[in-house]
């Protein structure tokens, strides 16, 4: 069966440092890979999808960036956090495009201060 | 622009009520439309997938129903109960691979 893994599960950081949040997958292979935020008082909102190795696409311009360096790992990162990236980031995957379900993560809450 | 609309934003209920949850969308064009439910501080649990030429989906005690031309979903849940207790969330394929959520519903069974 496929399970998908995110670490840390919570992370509290200063304004002006770095981010790496990271989402694998496993059980599955060549997954379409996503990056959502969940911030208080609003819906999920995609960052960033991935239909394959090096493969990224971007929904929202922001200071935090995606890499997908192998098959079924995801990770966002950040140069210099700002209060605004506080929120919860959910990473979820699914095994084609359009017709099929996402499956979600455990999520990573997300602290800047 | 694809937007989702969930109405109530909250809701509570006595156990054993049967309630219904409202989902509308602007843009007709879907590939399909989920319901997914979210407990707090966890991730988001898939309920049930209508694909956009089916018009029902059914899995025990929950019933999901779409009516694409008015973009418009519900979700029927039958015997609320405390375990019930979650926010849920619609969410719409409308583009490729990706989805359009809802704000959600939070919804409250006591007991």
């Known amino acids: 069966s496929q399970t998908i893994h995110q670490w840390p599960a919570t992370l509290v950081q200063p304004v002006g440092s770095p981010l790496s949040l990271e989402c694998t997958v496993e059980?599955?292979?060549?997954?379409?890979l996503y990056w959502y935020r969940q911030a208080a008082g609003r819906g999920l909102q995609l960052l960033f999808y991935s239909v394959g190795i090096g493969q990224i696409s971007s929904e929202v311009p922001q200071n935090l960036s995606a890499s997908r360096p192998q098959d079924r790992q995801f990770i966002l990162s950040s140069k210099k956090l700002l209060l605004s990236d506080s929120g919860f980031y959910l990473c979820?995957?699914?095994?084609?495009?359009?017709?099929?379900?996402?499956?979600f993560g455990p999520g990573t809450r997300l602290t800047v201060l | 622009k694809q937007e989702v609309t969930q109405i109530p934003a909250a809701l509570s209920v006595p156990e054993g009520e049967n309630l219904v949850l409202n989902c509308s969308f602007t843009d007709s064009a879907i590939y399909n439309l989920q319901w997914f439910r979210q407990d707090p501080g966890k991730g988001l649990t898939s309920l049930l997938l209508i694909q956009s030429s089916q018009r029902e989906q059914t899995s025990g005690r929950l019933n999901a129903s779409l009516d694409k031309s008015s973009g418009r979903s519900t979700l029927y849940i039958a015997a609320s109960q405390p375990g019930d207790s979650a926010t849920y969330l619609c969410?719409?394929?409308?583009?490729?691979?990706?989805?359009?959520f809802g704000k959600g519903t939070m919804l409250l069974v006591s007991p």
């Open positions: 979820a995957w699914s095994p084609g495009q359009g017709t099929n379900t996402q499956y």
């Open positions: 059980g599955t292979s060549n997954p379409n």
């Open positions: 969410a719409v394929a409308s583009g490729y691979s990706t989805l359009t």
